[in-house]
């Protein structure tokens, strides 16, 4: 267990990694004259040399994004990619020697860990604030008029507008989530997205220069007693798939309509949001096995996961 000084001294280190992003975006009034609108958020350094994180939401449609460093220095940034489906963007400014910020692994978070948010709440003045909770839940969903936002971790540290973007760090300073939305008129709820999840969008953009989605090309539904009765299925349980897309995963892996997937790597399947949500667990490129039913037949097939084209 760290103590308290040391808390201090490595909440202290995260916040040299984290800046205040400003945004201006060109919007029309009434008359349809162009007026530029200011916008504001956090973000932090995951390398030196200027690659900064933070919400999508906080660039979106920005004519120009201005990072405000540790050292109060404002630098241009650019967007070099963007992961609208998870809410996160990857900035890049010109500057050398910055301090990163250290990453953890959000897939060992528990409930009741201690957490801080880190950001620059309402943009004020005077170097980033800290905020202290627990992680409150994890595998949360909301979702808004633009996004559907899965695997979130719940957290009751103050979030506040300013903070988006901002870093959610463990007791060693290890950043664990993004901080990214609040409930309004809610008490200490606030969502933050796994950095885990963060890391892969970041890995996707270097090597694509996009983010993608994981994908193996089948359409269905999940079995229910009725269809399984209905069809003459062997199983009740499973997503049927009723059609596989031409020189998909699926099809190279001969998956056809007809087949009852129960299980991926030994984890059962009741339906296809349980099918996609163990998809979107696997990296791009990985090979997983799938427990199928044919007809009168059960078998094993090996499928590699590849990007949504």
């Known amino acids: 267990m760290s103590s308290e000084e040391e808390i201090l001294d490595v909440l202290e280190k995260v916040s040299r990694s984290v800046v205040n992003i400003n945004t201006v975006r060109v919007v029309r009034d009434y008359y349809h004259r162009a007026m530029p609108l200011k916008g504001m958020g956090s973000g932090f350094i995951i390398e030196p040399d200027g690659v900064i994180v ?31 489906s998870i809410d996160v963007a990857v900035l890049k400014v010109d500057s050398e020697g910055l301090t990163a910020a250290e990453l953890g692994d959000s897939d060992k978070l528990r409930v009741g860990q201690r ?11 005077g170097g980033p604030t800290v905020t202290s909770g627990v992680v409150s839940a994890l ?6 008029r633009r ?11 103050p979030i506040n507008p300013g903070n988006s973007g901002g870093p959610l760090v463990d007791t060693s300073g290890r950043v664990v989530a993004v901080n ?13 997205i796994p950095i885990n999840t963060v890391k892969d969008c970041v890995e996707q953009i270097k090597i694509y220069g996009r983010f993608t989605t994981r994908w193996i090309g089948v359409y269905g539904g999940a079995v229910t007693p009725q269809i399984a009765s209905y069809y003459n299925l062997r199983t009740d349980r499973g997503v049927l798939v009723t059609n596989v897309v031409p020189d998909s995963p699926a099809d190279k892996s001969n998956i056809t309509a007809g087949d009852v997937i129960v299980a991926i790597d030994s984890v059962e399947v009741f339906t296809v949001e349980d099918l996609k949500n163990e998809i979107d667990r696997r990296k791009i490129g990985e090979t997983v096995n799938l427990l199928i039913i044919r007809g009168l037949q059960r078998g094993h097939v090996d499928l590699t996961i590849e990007g949504r084209p």
């Open 147 to 157: 996004v559907s936002l899965q695997n979130l971790v719940q957290t009751d540290a």
């Open 139 to 144: 595998d949360r969903s909301i979702q808004d």
């Open 54 to 84: 933070t919400n999508a939401h906080v660039v979106r449609g920005a004519e120009r994004i201005g990072s405000i460093l540790h050292d109060g220095n404002l630098v241009e940034g650019v967007i070099i990619g963007s992961c609208r």
């Open 115 to 125: 957490v801080y948010a880190i950001g620059n709440p309402f943009g004020l003045v």
């Open 180 to 192: 990214t939305a609040i409930i309004p008129y809610a008490q200490g709820i606030g969502f933050a």
